[in-house]
């Protein structure tokens, strides 16, 4: 009796000694992965952008507006970060169709794309993203679907759709065997997958074990005991008749099984089972767009254990729920998704319930919390003729954000999830969505290695940044530590310098860059003609997948005629107005900010020969000719000497080396002379004083490049295009007979609410009649989001009759 006691104390001390032990490993092992994660987030800040677009469906030969939104990932604050941004229109098969480098004012920027008469129908990937979004896989840029219509050529016919398929996913990822699990499935590239679809799971003997149908959108889900060394089949038969037959995943022998339910109010419940009878600390680790929420720790006893996660320990959208075992391996994971709590709301209230033709909207906005409290918020909108431009079912700001920014891969009309949230249904298939997708926005063994990430793009704070490579031609050799110049020609003097590394790698970074046609790239060894410099493309090479052509909603022939009037009308009639841009306040200061002396040549005696005019009035340049080279040393002021080598030389912010060249230029064409006399720093490069010809034309006029000079035809930042708006205030405006076609009736980028929630709209309607959709989007300062959609009718005015 004595000995069966000592035993039994004895076991009970060795599995307390067991539990103590593993506790203080776990505690370890969680602080060190907190640590670790920590860390990384720390060092990887991230963007989201979200493009609000005046509507989703366009005309060959019309304007694609949109204003750009630029948050902090993990909070959605607005986030002044980058200085531009990269936007793009791409076909289905990832080809560039537009390109356009947009300027970021603080945290937005707004811009637009002529779509040219040229273009085919189709559907069109409109997406954008930063040069530090490059660093990250590219389902983080911004991606929208838009069509276009070229009524010209009509309905392209659809690509052959892709065969249905059905895939299964066993939540926290894993299938085990004697462990009931929770399977979700999702149905693809088939538009009956709501309606009918009925399925089963077949064990290998052919007998039905189960039977599961979709609840919404293609998704549902079943539990399921699987036994060991069983192979599940599944076959579903589709509204229309398609039979799709899979496999489920093998059932491990051994492993973990993770369960995330509702508990009671105010609580989600993770439940724990694993094929493990031994005691074993696992913990639990939460994270919220890479903000850590939770860090739970538990021991698995006779293979259960749970946690209990407050919802208010959650941010709003998706949450990732990652189980780790004692050795830090993440074991089992799946996504959470806790809706807003208290959204705001946004009231578009119109003067007046239907509209005749020309006639004043006035719209009165008011931005609030759920409270009916008024707050500001920034804001765009846009009025959209309804019937040419069905409802859009791409991600609004607030979806976009909260659920489609962190999914891979395309949601089906992810408003939808929002519309109806007290639905037990829609909240159901948020779950099956969370199931079905699996991602998050870095990888466990990047985090937990400890290494310090890599990056290969840098932040754009300051302005655009140009890269390139100096190469010798024919082997490739890199060209270090060689002097290379950028010059965007032009009254305002834009010129930057670098010295290549040991990579032959050459930067540039250009504020303001506001260019819409060349740029010169050189070397100071303009004879050396082995010297090879090619600029990196600044737009991404990296893209989604590419998708199928999908089929446009069919559009009646009135339609397509009205439609293709409304674009010619409006080419025809309003073309100045659609091409007329705001002119950017930048400064014009050149780099050098101002020079020592400066000579309007206007005033002095005007010579005929460039060496004249430097000899006789240009006193701080002394011309000199050596071996047959003119030189051109500059006066030192602080030295009260003359340098004892060249300054840097340039004509219309280009460096010319070959002084011979330019002393047989036109003076005649030169306006203006600049002369810093003093040594001038630029980065790790310094010049003996600057010597700047300005010409009247800034554009270099008629003077001859070295032919060895690289000259790039390179878009700088898009210019602002404005919106036009007729003003038909004055009757000789509303009664005159030039057409009004317009199907966007108004576009702004600055519809931001004032410090009482409140902000007027106003502008004309067009002749067209019918219902228009106006939508509003916006963001406050601490990120919260607002999404309205609201409507507005216009009628044909009356006819007028005589006596």
Same mark, same amino acid.
């Given at each position: 009796?004595?000995?069966?006691?000592?035993?039994?104390?004895?076991?009970?001390?060795?599995?307390?000694?067991?539990?103590?032990?593993?506790?203080?490993?776990?505690?370890?092992?969680?602080?060190?992965?907190?640590?670790?994660?920590?860390?990384?987030?720390?060092?990887?800040?991230?963007?989201?952008?979200?493009?609000?677009?005046?509507?989703?469906?366009?005309?060959?030969?019309?304007?694609?507006?949109?204003?750009?939104?630029?948050?902090?990932?993990?909070?959605?604050?607005?986030?002044?970060?980058?200085?531009?941004?990269?936007?793009?229109?791409?076909?289905?098969?990832?080809?560039?169709?537009?390109?356009?480098?947009?300027?970021?004012?603080? !945290?937005?920027?707004?811009? !637009?794309?002529?779509?040219?008469?040229?273009?085919? *129908?189709?559907?069109?990937?409109?997406?954008?993203?930063?040069?530090?979004?490059?660093?990250?896989?590219?389902?983080?840029?911004?991606?929208?679907?838009?069509?276009?219509?070229?009524?010209?050529?009509?309905?392209?016919?659809?690509? =052959?759709?892709?065969?249905?398929?059905?895939?299964?996913?066993?939540?926290?990822?894993?299938?085990?065997?004697?462990?009931? !699990?929770?399977?979700?499935?999702?149905?693809?590239?088939?538009?009956? =997958?709501?309606?009918?679809?009925?399925?089963?799971?077949?064990?290998?003997? @052919?007998?039905?074990?189960?039977?599961?149908?979709?609840?919404?959108? %293609?998704?549902?889900?079943?539990?399921?005991?699987?036994?060991?060394?069983? +192979?599940?089949?599944?076959?579903?038969?589709?509204?229309?008749?398609?039979?799709?037959?899979?496999?489920?995943?093998? =059932?491990?022998?051994?492993?973990?099984?993770?369960?995330?339910?509702?508990?009671?109010?105010?609580?989600?419940?993770?439940?724990?089972?694993?094929?493990?009878?031994?005691? =074993?600390?696992?913990?639990?680790?939460?994270? *919220?767009?890479?903000?850590?929420?939770?860090?739970?720790?538990?021991?698995? +006893?006779? %293979?259960?254990?749970?946690?209990?996660?407050?919802?208010?320990?959650?941010?709003?959208?998706?949450?990732?729920?990652?189980?780790?075992?004692?050795?830090?391996?993440?074991?089992?994971?799946?996504?959470?998704?806790?809706?807003?709590?208290?959204?705001?709301?946004?009231?578009?209230?119109?003067?007046?319930?239907?509209?005749?033709?020309? $006639?004043?909207?006035?719209?009165?906005?008011?931005?609030?919390?759920?409270?009916?409290?008024?707050?500001?918020?920034?804001?765009?909108?846009?009025?959209?003729?309804?019937?040419?431009?069905?409802?859009?079912?791409?991600?609004?700001?607030?979806?976009?954000?909260?659920?489609?920014?962190?999914?891979?891969?395309?949601?089906?009309?992810?408003?939808?999830?929002?519309?109806?949230?007290?639905?037990?249904?829609?909240?159901?298939?948020?779950?099956?969505?969370?199931?079905?997708?699996?991602?998050?926005?870095?990888?466990?063994?990047?985090?937990?290695?400890?290494?310090?990430?890599?990056?290969?793009?840098?932040?754009?704070?300051?302005?655009?940044?140009?890269?390139?490579?100096?190469?010798?031609?024919?082997?490739?050799?890199?060209?270090?530590?060689?002097?290379?110049?950028?010059?965007?020609? %032009?009254?305002?003097?834009?010129?930057?310098? $670098?010295?290549?590394?040991?990579? %032959?790698?050459?930067?540039?970074?250009?504020?303001?860059?506001?260019?819409?046609?060349?740029?010169?790239?050189?070397?100071?060894?303009?004879?050396?003609?082995?010297?090879?410099?090619?600029?990196?493309?600044?737009? !991404?090479?990296?893209?989604?997948?590419?998708?199928?052509?999908?089929?446009?909603?069919?559009?009646?022939?009135?339609?397509?005629?009205? +439609?293709?009037?409304?674009?010619?009308?409006?080419?025809?009639?309003?073309?100045?107005?659609?091409?007329?841009?705001?002119?950017?306040?930048?400064?014009?200061?050149?780099?050098?900010?101002?020079?020592?002396?400066?000579?309007?040549?206007?005033?002095?005696?005007?010579?005929?020969?460039?060496?004249?005019?430097?000899?006789?009035?240009?006193?701080?340049?002394?011309?000199?000719?050596?071996?047959?080279?003119?030189?051109?040393?500059?006066?030192?002021?602080?030295?009260?000497?003359?340098?004892?080598?060249?300054?840097?030389?340039?004509?219309?912010?280009?460096?010319?080396?070959?002084?011979?060249?330019?002393?047989?230029?036109?003076?005649?064409?030169?306006?203006?002379?600049?002369?810093?006399?003093?040594?001038?720093?630029?980065?790790?490069?310094?010049?003996?004083?600057?010597?700047?010809?300005?010409?009247?034309?800034?554009?270099?006029?008629?003077?001859?490049?070295?032919?060895?000079?690289?000259?790039?035809?390179? +878009?700088?930042?898009?210019?602002?295009?404005?919106?036009?708006?007729?003003?038909?205030?004055?009757?000789?405006?509303?009664? *005159?007979?030039?057409?009004?076609?317009?199907?966007?009736?108004?576009?702004?980028?600055?519809?931001?609410?004032?410090?009482?929630?409140?902000?007027? #709209?106003?502008?004309?309607?067009?002749?067209?009649?019918?219902?228009?959709?106006?939508? #509003?989007? @916006?963001?406050?300062?601490?990120?919260?989001?607002?999404?309205?959609?609201?409507?507005?009718?216009?009628?044909?005015?009356?006819?007028?009759?005589?006596?």
């Amino acid at each position: 009796m004595m000995r069966s006691t000592a035993i039994n104390l004895f076991r009970s001390l060795l599995l307390l000694s067991c539990i103590l032990v593993a506790r203080e490993g776990k505690i370890i092992a969680q602080d060190e992965t907190v640590a670790s994660f920590r860390r990384y987030v720390s060092a990887t800040l991230q963007e989201k952008l979200f493009l609000h677009t005046d509507k989703p469906v366009y005309a060959a030969g019309e304007i694609c507006w949109f204003k750009i939104y630029n948050v902090e990932a993990a909070t959605h604050r607005p986030l002044a970060f980058s200085s531009l941004a990269y936007a793009e229109v791409l076909d289905n098969n990832n080809k560039p169709v537009l390109r356009a480098k947009i300027a970021l004012n603080g !945290s937005e920027g707004n811009g !637009s794309f002529f779509l040219p008469t040229s273009i085919q *129908s189709g559907t069109y990937k409109l997406r954008a993203y930063t040069n530090w979004m490059k660093n990250f896989d590219p389902a983080f840029y911004f991606e929208k679907r838009i069509t276009v219509i070229n009524t010209r050529s009509g309905l392209p016919a659809a690509a =052959a759709a892709p065969a249905p398929e059905i895939a299964f996913f066993p939540e926290g990822g894993n299938l085990v065997a004697g462990i009931e !699990s929770r399977i979700a499935f999702r149905i693809r590239n088939t538009a009956s =997958a709501d309606q009918a679809a009925r399925g089963a799971v077949l064990n290998a003997g @052919g007998d039905t074990v189960l039977q599961f149908a979709p609840l919404a959108k %293609g998704m549902g889900s079943f539990r399921l005991l699987p036994q060991a060394n069983e +192979q599940y089949k599944t076959v579903l038969r589709l509204a229309d008749g398609t039979i799709l037959r899979g496999t489920l995943p093998a =059932a491990a022998s051994f492993g973990d099984v993770m369960e995330v339910t509702p508990g009671p109010e105010g609580t989600v419940l993770v439940n724990v089972r694993s094929t493990s009878r031994e005691p =074993a600390s696992v913990y639990l680790f939460v994270h *919220s767009r890479n903000s850590l929420k939770a860090s739970l720790s538990n021991t698995l +006893q006779n %293979g259960r254990t749970s946690f209990t996660l407050r919802t208010d320990q959650l941010s709003e959208g998706i949450s990732h729920i990652t189980l780790f075992n004692a050795a830090r391996q993440p074991v089992c994971e799946r996504l959470w998704f806790t809706y807003p709590r208290y959204p705001l709301q946004a009231d578009i209230r119109t003067d007046a319930a239907e509209y005749n033709t020309r $006639s004043k909207v006035r719209l009165d906005l008011t931005t609030m919390n759920y409270g009916g409290v008024v707050l500001p918020a920034n804001c765009s909108v846009a009025v959209y003729r309804t019937d040419a431009a069905p409802a859009d079912a791409e991600a609004d700001i607030s979806s976009y954000l909260l659920l489609a920014s962190d999914i891979p891969g395309r949601i089906e009309d992810p408003s939808w999830y929002f519309q109806h949230t007290g639905d037990s249904i829609v909240q159901a298939s948020m779950d099956h969505l969370m199931l079905t997708y699996g991602w998050r926005r870095f990888k466990w063994q990047d985090v937990l290695s400890q290494r310090p990430p890599l990056f290969s793009f840098v932040p754009e704070r300051n302005g655009h940044i140009v890269t390139g490579r100096m190469t010798r031609t024919g082997t490739g050799v890199p060209i270090r530590d060689a002097a290379c110049y950028l010059s965007v020609p %032009g009254t305002r003097t834009q010129f930057k310098g $670098s010295i290549s590394d040991s990579t %032959g790698r050459v930067v540039f970074e250009l504020r303001d860059f506001y260019n819409t046609g060349e740029i010169i790239v050189q070397t100071d060894n303009y004879a050396d003609s082995t010297i090879s410099i090619e600029l990196q493309n600044p737009f !991404s090479e990296k893209y989604t997948p590419a998708f199928n052509q999908e089929k446009i909603a069919t559009i009646s022939e009135p339609e397509l005629q009205l +439609q293709n009037m409304a674009v010619q009308v409006q080419n025809e009639f309003n073309a100045g107005r659609m091409r007329q841009f705001s002119l950017p306040a930048v400064d014009t200061m050149p780099f050098y900010y101002k020079a020592d002396v400066s000579y309007l040549l206007d005033n002095y005696t005007r010579f005929n020969a460039m060496e004249e005019v430097l000899r006789e009035y240009v006193t701080p340049v002394n011309v000199r000719k050596q071996n047959g080279r003119y030189h051109l040393p500059v006066y030192d002021e602080p030295s009260k000497g003359f340098f004892n080598s060249d300054p840097l030389v340039l004509l219309d912010g280009v460096p010319l080396f070959d002084f011979n060249h330019l002393l047989q230029y036109d003076p005649l064409k030169v306006k203006k002379l600049d002369v810093v006399s003093r040594r001038y720093f630029m980065g790790n490069m310094a010049f003996e004083g600057i010597v700047n010809f300005i010409t009247y034309k800034g554009n270099m006029d008629g003077f001859e490049l070295d032919p060895h000079t690289t000259v790039i035809d390179y +878009q700088g930042l898009q210019l602002q295009r404005e919106f036009y708006s007729p003003d038909y205030s004055q009757p000789s405006e509303a009664l *005159s007979h030039l057409p009004d076609y317009r199907q966007l009736l108004y576009w702004t980028a600055d519809a931001s609410t004032d410090k009482n929630g409140k902000r007027q #709209l106003s502008f004309y309607t067009s002749d067209i009649p019918g219902r228009y959709t106006i939508v #509003l989007q @916006g963001i406050t300062a601490n990120g919260q989001t607002i999404s309205k959609t609201a409507f507005l009718d216009i009628k044909e005015p009356p006819a007028i009759t005589g006596k």
